[in-house]
């Protein structure tokens, strides 16, 4: 079982940033691989980012590549996620999630889920 906790959104303005944080309880979080999701009002969840369980392998999504950065400090049982030039269309509930086995750009197959925090961007 994983719990996980995410903090850190908040208001910022265009061009902005803003660290998210995923902290996770339990002692086999390096066993899972981690992704971060968004879902903006009357949207989908969407992928944002996914970090292999080493930390060595990461993936995003085009909308993200290049100014957010996923890593993850598997001794703090953490996975953060750094988005730099933030822009309005960027804003949504960013979730973390964690799953076992490959990792996946898809909300399916994710085991844990956090509750989420807002990210607001403002024009």
């Known amino acids: 079982q994983v719990q996980l906790v995410e903090s850190g959104g908040g208001l910022v303005q265009d061009g902005g940033s803003l660290r998210l944080s995923c902290a996770a309880s339990?002692?086999?979080?390096?066993?899972?691989?981690m992704g971060w999701f968004r879902q903006a009002p009357g949207k989908e969840r969407e992928f944002v980012a996914a970090?292999?369980?080493?930390?060595?392998?990461?993936t995003y999504a085009d909308s993200v590549k290049g100014r957010f950065t996923c890593s993850r400090d598997n001794a703090k049982n953490t996975v953060y996620l750094q988005m730099n030039s933030l822009k309005p269309e960027d804003t949504a509930v960013y979730y973390c999630?964690?799953?076992?086995?490959?990792?996946?750009?898809?909300?399916?197959?994710?085991?844990?889920w956090g509750q989420g925090t807002q990210v607001t961007v403002s024009s």
């Open positions: 339990g002692r086999t979080f390096n066993r899972y691989h």
């Open positions: 999630a964690a799953k076992s086995l490959a990792v996946a750009v898809t909300p399916q197959g994710y085991n844990y």
């Open positions: 970090i292999s369980w080493g930390g060595s392998s990461t």
